[in-house]
């Protein structure tokens, strides 16, 4: 593939103009839809989570209920698991400031994130630090004996108040 055009004043730059990356990400979108089988129009109906399905990750995931408060990290799906006082959370994998993975410190019983140093309860409130907001929770409902998150249904306390609180499956 070549590059085409430049940055104006940077011939050596591999760096490419506006215009060439639309037209690349234009030609790589149409191609990724026609291996679909999916023409320009059909591509407009779809539900807009449909790509997120397909670019990101699955929309739910079950966990069995843990016996006692602890933390699960899953890694692989950027969720943080907490049972904590008989009330179960689920959690991003980031720290909200600036999207570093947490840690659990399970010797304080918190989250801290290790960039800026914010700190957070195990129900995600923020303690201190640099972040200005709690933990963003997803969207959890109890099913038998398993916890089941909706990775598609994510609150920020500072947007989505009422959401946020309502984000946790008592026990």
């Known amino acids: 593939m070549t590059v085409g055009r430049r940055v104006q004043g940077c011939e050596t730059c591999p760096l490419v103009d506006r215009r060439d990356f639309l037209e690349h990400?234009?030609?790589?979108?149409?191609?990724?839809l026609a291996a679909l089988g999916l023409s320009p129009v059909q591509s407009r109906a779809l539900d807009r989570r449909f790509g997120r399905a397909v670019w990101s990750r699955d929309e739910e995931h079950a966990y069995p209920i843990p016996a006692t408060d602890g933390v699960t990290i899953d890694k692989e799906n950027q969720i943080i698991l907490v049972r904590f006082k008989d009330r179960m959370y689920a959690f991003n994998l980031s720290?909200?400031?600036?999207?570093t993975v947490l840690h659990w410190l399970a010797d304080e019983g918190r989250f801290q994130c290790p960039k800026h140093k914010s700190r957070y309860q195990p129900d995600g409130v923020f303690i201190s630090g640099r972040?200005?907001?709690n933990m963003d929770r997803f969207a959890v409902r109890r099913d038998a004996a398993t916890i089941v998150v909706d990775v598609d249904k994510m609150y920020r306390s500072d947007k989505n108040a009422g959401e946020w609180e309502a984000a946790v499956v008592t026990l």
């Open 131 to 133: 972040a200005t907001r």
């Open 95 to 99: 720290c909200p400031h600036q999207n």
């Open 25 to 32: 990400a234009t030609i790589a979108v149409a191609s990724a």
